[in-house]
């Protein structure tokens, strides 16, 4: 798929089409880029590559085809499972089976394991990575890049939305962009104050208990049980070592306390460590100035978004 958005197909006129992914396949790749089982929790380097992969196909996808025409609008939203599932229940609308089947993804990652399944919305997601900014490096460095995605796709999909409106004189072209839903419902002081809340998380346990871990069991690392470390492969005397494990057995994890690609990290009050280092702080700020420009604009306000 990354070949063939950056190399294009020729149509024998001289133009070049590429292939747009499914919002399916876009909310999928956004998924593995960061959960734990492709990062800190990975098996092998095969599992770390994939999020590698992920993420360098999420960057050709915006680059290539463009935030609008790919649809992020779409395929980057969050709801619960359980709202989807309610949702479904009182519309009748399509199963996740059928989603399945239509995108042709029989991936749990792409449905109730999705990224966007887990939390309500992304101001959960920006508080719990600066939260890792501060107390957990592994996490962080599995978030982080992730972070610096969406915030291209924010300003590249703000910028496009902005130059049609100038071409066209019509604020509506606003409407859709990301950065407004994320927005939406920010004429509301509490949620103005969630919204900062967010972006100044400190790892704090007030923080902490104000935007959690956005997958189950994020900070705790992988581990091979002690009965199976030292266990030889001799197929001849059906002797399988590792390779016997159960899937659920394999799952045992430990404290990220323990395990070096999870280490916690120490703030001092007084360095910039407690908002998690330089890296941190320059997102946040490019955070806090995309959305403080938007609120104070007038065309934000006179938005309608649903």
């Known amino acids: 798929m990354n070949q063939l958005l950056t190399a294009g197909v020729s149509d024998g006129s001289g133009a ?37 992969e992920a993420l360098k196909f999420l960057h050709n996808v915006n680059a290539v085809i463009g935030p609008i025409q790919a649809d992020f609008f779409s395929s980057f939203t969050f709801e619960s499972f359980n709202a989807k599932r309610r949702k479904r229940g009182a519309t009748a609308s399509p199963s996740v089976d059928s989603d399945e089947d239509a995108a042709g993804i029989r991936s749990a990652f792409a449905y109730d394991k999705s990224l966007f399944s887990q939390v309500e919305d992304i101001w959960q997601v920006v508080g719990w990575t600066f939260n890792c900014s501060v107390r957990w490096d ?43 839903r994320y927005l939406k419902n920010a004429g509301a002081r509490t949620e103005r104050r969630r919204i900062m809340r967010a972006v100044l998380a400190d790892g704090s ?37 590792d390779y016997d494990m159960d899937e659920e057995e394999d799952e045992v994890f430990e404290d990220s306390h323990s395990g070096p690609a999870n280490q916690p990290r120490n703030a001092s009050a007084n360095s910039p460590d407690n908002l998690g280092g330089s890296e941190s702080i320059q997102l946040r700020q490019r955070l806090l100035t995309l959305v403080c420009s938007l609120l104070c604009t007038v065309k934000y306000t006179n938005t309608n978004v649903t």
């Open 138 to 180: 592994g996490r962080w460095q599995a978030w982080k890049p992730w972070l610096e995605f969406l915030l291209d796709i924010l300003e590249d999909d703000w910028d496009e939305r902005d130059e049609l409106a100038r071409r066209t004189g019509s604020d509506q072209h606003y409407q859709s962009s990301l950065i407004v």
């Open 16 to 52: 070049v089409a590429v292939y747009a992914p499914l919002q399916q396949q876009i909310a999928l790749a956004a998924t593995l880029a960061v959960h734990p089982q492709f990062t800190t929790r990975a098996k092998s380097e095969e599992d770390l590559q994939v999020a590698i």
């Open 205 to 241: 346990e007030k923080s902490l208990q104000a935007f959690p871990e956005v997958f189950e069991n994020e900070t705790k690392e992988r581990r091979v049980p002690a009965e199976t470390e030292h266990k030889e492969l001799n197929l001849e005397d059906d002797q399988w070592g």
